[in-house]
């Protein structure tokens, strides 16, 4: 699939487009859960040969977030972290996950719910994610429930605070990432990312 032509993408006439309401991951209705559900487990059985198979969604993530391409006449490879590409590739890759989603569904306004991690409301774990398709044997049950999310978790060096000191925690982090540590277009998008460019010895944001 790699090797086969590319396909000029044309983004839909934003006047005749359905309007899609996203939801808070929270808040979720049982019809909605049901439909979300339906949808992501035709994905889950699509053959790996498929390229709207779950497998190949993981695989574009991982391809581009790890260096496996290299840059166009460089031996860097390219990179979508910690550089002003963030920002515009993450909600891109989002974009086709949900059509795709919506599409296995038949329902054009399908739009995927976002979790509002930012917010004391939202430091959980949704439960919405702890069964069935949504589920991964391999999570760390540590995070479930009511577990407050801690915004800054190293893997390597795991603190547990109080619930009520997690979310103040999180919040003075949001704030510094969003606010008193974002001034600039640069602090708050990234640096620049140009060709020839390696990431690993050039000086970056940690997005």
């Excluded at 487990?41 to 790996?48: E, F, G, V, Y």
């Excluded at 581009?64 to 002003?84: E, M």
């Excluded at 891109?92 to 949900?98: N, P, S, T």
Aim: glycine share 4%; proline share 9%.
């Amino acid at each position: 699939m790699l090797d086969d032509p590319v396909s000029e993408f044309e983004f839909p006439d934003p006047d005749t487009t359905p309007i899609r309401v996203r939801r808070f991951s929270h808040r979720l209705d049982d019809d909605y859960i049901a439909k979300y559900k339906k949808a992501l487990s035709i994905m889950k059985s699509l053959p790996h040969s498929d390229p709207r198979s779950f497998t190949w969604q993981v695989e574009i993530h991982c391809q581009y977030c790890t260096g496996s391409f290299l840059q166009q006449g460089s031996d860097f490879p390219v990179r979508v972290h910690r550089n002003w590409l963030f920002f515009p590739w993450h909600p891109m890759f989002l974009y086709f996950h949900e059509r795709i989603l919506g599409s296995l569904i038949g329902d054009e306004t399908f739009a995927l719910p976002f979790w509002g991690w930012a917010s004391p409301d939202g430091m959980t774990l949704p439960e919405l994610y702890l069964n069935g398709s949504f589920n991964d044997h391999r999570r760390d049950p540590t995070h479930y429930p009511p577990t407050v999310e801690d915004l800054n978790f190293k893997k390597l060096d795991p603190t547990r605070s109080t619930p009520e000191e997690q979310i103040r925690l999180n919040l003075a982090l949001m704030y510094n990432h969003m606010v008193s540590g974002a001034k600039t277009a640069q602090l708050f998008l990234g640096c620049p990312y140009k060709t020839g460019a390696d990431m690993v010895t050039t000086p970056y944001l940690l997005l």
